[in-house]
């Protein structure tokens, strides 16, 4: 007799919402059979930092899972905002071609004044999205996706203070404790879940989502090298360039599921778990597979 498959669960964006990270792991263990929450694979898609008052916490509680939850298995991935947290902490691998990652910075230099990139302690060597992350700006509107962001173009102001420091303070870099740098240096980049190599690749987890148009072997290296010679990492910060399935795998069998573009979008085998992009007026979401449950942290389960 066949095994019933691994129960896969695939948590959203949390964006330092701790009371929802809570609520929503309470739904988890109430609304799945217990051997199967216990054995779980438990990916969690990125972007733990800024926006909701608890960085801190969140990432607390993220490190604490696997002494509570032995038996399960949990992935963390690099969001767009962790990576650039990890950026301003030093913390991220030097670039893999032997440049600086101050390189980074020419790219999008221009910007620099417009976004009030970060010029304190440490800025020499930082890379472009650390300067971007710690940067003061004033409210400005992206049209593309619809969001003000206030402070900084990450809204990083509320992970410095649940660290006990002022916006754009150096001060966060002696604030941060060990074992979260230790969190930040080993997230993962991509998970992909295989039984035989790439080509019976059953699931591929990845931020933002896999580019049309580019190959997708050289996609996946590039995530797991970490090369920091980027500027600006599309699988962990694309948008409309990362939505869809990329050509190569749109006629397999492979799930392709992302956080980050603020949607719950379920399409066939293409996975958007991010419904509350951050912000506390929206449910934490996410799914279970393989029955693609939806499961928020605003659901009921006392009854």
């Known amino acids: 007799m066949a095994q019933n498959p691994r129960t896969v669960i695939c948590v959203g964006d949390i964006h330092g919402h701790i009371s929802k990270l809570n609520k929503l792991w309470l739904n988890l263990q109430s609304a799945l059979n217990p051997s199967d929450f216990n054995s779980a694979l438990v990916i969690f898609l990125g972007d733990y930092c800024d926006r909701g008052p608890e960085t801190k916490k969140v990432i607390d509680f993220l490190i604490s899972l696997p002494e509570k939850h032995p038996d399960q298995t949990h992935v963390f991935l690099a969001g767009n905002h962790d990576f650039a947290f990890a950026g301003f902490l030093g913390l991220l691998p030097r670039p893999l071609d032997g440049s600086d990652l101050k390189d980074t910075w020419n790219e999008f230099e221009k910007s620099e004044e417009r976004e009030g990139w970060y010029k304190g ?137 992302s956080g980050h573009h603020g949607k719950l979008h379920i399409d066939g085998l293409r996975l958007i778990i991010d419904e509350s992009g951050g912000y506390s007026d929206v449910p934490l979401a996410s799914i279970v597979l393989p029955s693609k449950t939806i499961i928020r942290d605003t659901d009921d389960f006392s009854n």
């Not at 003000?148 to 509320?158: F, L, M, W």
């Not at 740098?181 to 080993?186: G, H, I």
């Not at 360039?241 to 397999?252: A, E, M």
């Open 121 to 257: 302690e440490g800025f020499e060597s930082m890379h472009l999205q650390g300067r971007r992350w710690a940067g003061k700006i004033k409210a400005q509107f992206d049209s593309e996706i619809g969001v003000v962001y206030n402070g900084s173009i990450y809204d990083a102001g509320s992970t410095f203070e649940s660290y006990g420091v002022l916006h754009g303070s150096s001060d966060l870099m002696e604030a941060v404790p060990e074992s979260h740098n230790k969190f930040l240096t080993d997230m993962d980049d991509v998970c992909i879940e295989t039984e035989e190599g790439l080509k019976q690749c059953k699931l591929i987890a990845v931020h933002a989502g896999l580019e049309k148009g580019k190959s997708v072997k050289e996609q996946l290296e590039l995530l797991r090298a970490k090369d920091t010679s980027i500027s600006k990492i599309q699988p962990l910060s694309g948008r409309k360039n990362v939505w869809n399935i990329p050509q190569g795998l749109d006629d397999k069998q492979i799930v392709i599921v």
